[in-house]
């Protein structure tokens, strides 16, 4: 009996399967879809990439061959890379930039968190009014506003000091509220009700709690904002006066201005000290990849 039945699994089997396809694999279209998403990836990674690969090949040229297009060098020097701490104070703009992004990185990180758990967690008259005038922020140019806050930080005398490259962060950022606002309402309430059962309060709640649970969100925020500060050129062009404070970006601008057209052409420099202050963004955005994927793909899954 078993002899009989085992000729009757395979047309059942294949039935399963379905017309065209074969059985336990793919259809011939879906692999041709697979395929061709995967060829479109590999071209945007091309595209995506190809400029820094560039940037790294031209920074071991000598001058005269920097522009060469060749991927591969002709000829390989590593000259540029000495010469660049020489005739700039690239290590000092590097520790400046840092000292700036990490205070403005932890400043926007815990502020935008403490005002988007009150409007999570918190039901108060006005909340939702309030929480749309600080998205109906994000509207506004930030050209808008460029003079009226150079008035403010004039007045109390910060312009040419770090302090308006990030104290500004301590108010929270309109887009950060909003993206972890959606991460707390996406927590479950019985641990909260739980927990002020058990006599906790709403800071403990939050700091013990909440932002443990929020990790992911968390790390999005701070790359975020360290991506932003790392880069900003436009508020170190207005609020930095001397060469000790310059950060990275303004100090890339000065070596243009030094070395680029009408200075004197040493362009090797200039994209060296760009592949140099590159490559710190580029290290900390593979160390974080792996939150920024859970806290977008979780960010939002509740309104």
Known sequence: MAVLDRPSAAPAASAAAGPGRPPGGRSPRGRAGRIAVLVALSACTVVFVYPFVWLMSASLKPRGDVFDNRLIPETLTFDNYLNVWQDAPLALWLLNTA??????????????????????????????????????????????????????????????????????????????????????????????????????????????????????????????????????????????????????????????????????????????????TTLPMIIVFLVGQKQIVEGIATTGSKG
């Open 99 to 276: 000292i700036v992004t990490v205070l403005a990185t932890v400043a926007v990180t815990l502020s935008s968190s403490l005002v988007a758990w009150g409007f999570a967690y918190f039901r108060f008259p006005g909340r939702d009014f309030l929480f749309g005038l600080v998205l109906a922020s994000m509207m506004v140019p930030g050209v808008a506003t460029m003079i009226p806050v150079y008035l403010i930080w004039d007045s109390v005398g910060a312009v040419g000091t770090f302090t308006p490259l990030w104290a500004g962060n301590l108010f929270g950022s309109a887009f950060y509220i909003f993206l972890l606002r959606q991460f707390f309402l996406g927590l479950p309430q019985d641990v909260f009700q739980a927990a002020r059962v058990d006599g906790a309060n709403n800071w403990q709640i939050f700091w013990h709690i909440a932002l443990p649970l929020t990790r992911p969100a968390l790390v999005v925020t701070a790359l975020f904002e360290f991506q932003a500060a790392w880069t900003d050129l436009m508020r170190p062009l207005i609020y930095l006066r001397d060469s000790d404070t310059f950060t990275v970006p303004r100090g890339l601008k000065s070596l243009v201005d030094q070395f680029g057209f009408g200075g004197e052409m040493h362009w090797e420099l200039i994209v060296t000290a760009s592949v140099i």
